[in-house]
């Protein structure tokens, strides 16, 4: 089935600790995000890569970096986490054109102690 | 600044129609989506506006007004399934989604 994969769904992690959160996705879409989701926020950007090579920083990077070696894959890795970082984390990815809507993962909850 | 503006919780009854509205201030508009949120899901599209007016689609209609800068989600014959988080979200000149921080509506009996 076509979609796009987190690994893994949750996770306890020990401050300052290094994390990499997998995303995948087997649509061929150009465009891949990560995003955070707080209670009582909306859901905020971290990284964005609008091709495979490419990669940008949205509203809240800091504590955070990405790559994308490939067009299916957009991993997140927490250099040394915090527990500020404690959140639900989203993937998404879209075919990169304005009127399409993105398709989201199923989510990675991380509890940083 | 960028914001989205929605109300933080709605409540309605089951059969009835529901009403979420969304207003934004962006940087540019390069359309506005609608996506429903399951508590523990991940959100999912419903909705998408670049013109002015209505999109209907089943049970739901979106609307735009795209000089007040406002959007409602019309949700009609209400089912108990609909009870969900709704997330109103802006493309902006960045072609970056804004997202406002969700309408969880509750659906009784």
């Not at chain 1, 769904?9 to 891949?32: E, F, P, V, Y």
């Not at chain 1, 209670?39 to 495979?52: D, F």
């Not at chain 1, 959140?87 to 879209?94: G, L, R």
């Not at chain 2, 523990?40 to 002015?52: H, I, K």
């Amino acid at each position: 089935i076509a979609g796009i994969t987190q690994a893994p769904t949750s996770q306890i992690l020990a401050a300052g600790r290094r994390m990499t959160l997998r995303c995948t996705q087997d649509m061929r879409h150009n465009a891949m995000y990560w995003y955070r989701q707080d209670l009582g926020l909306g859901l905020r950007l971290i990284h964005y890569s609008n091709t495979a090579g490419t990669t940008g920083k949205g509203e809240v990077p800091d504590g955070y970096s990405v790559s994308r070696a490939n067009t299916d894959d957009f991993p997140l890795t927490l250099a040394s986490a915090v527990p500020s970082q404690t959140s639900v984390y989203f993937c998404a990815s879209s075919d990169g054109s304005s009127s399409t809507e993105a398709f989201f993962g199923q989510g990675t909850r991380l509890t940083v102690v | 600044g960028q914001n989205i503006d929605q109300p933080t919780e709605m409540t309605a009854t089951e059969g009835a129609i529901v009403q979420i509205n969304c207003t934004y201030q962006t940087s540019g508009f390069n359309g506005l989506f609608w996506y429903q949120q399951h508590a523990g899901e991940a959100p999912t599209f419903l909705s998408y506006n670049v013109l002015d007016g209505l999109e209907e689609k089943g049970r739901f209609s979106s609307f735009l007004s795209r000089s007040k800068g406002y959007s409602y989600l019309l949700l009609k014959e209400l089912q108990m399934k609909d009870s969900a988080s709704y997330l109103c979200a802006v493309r902006d000149s960045n072609y970056q989604l804004i997202w406002g921080a969700g309408t969880k509506l509750i659906i009784k009996p």
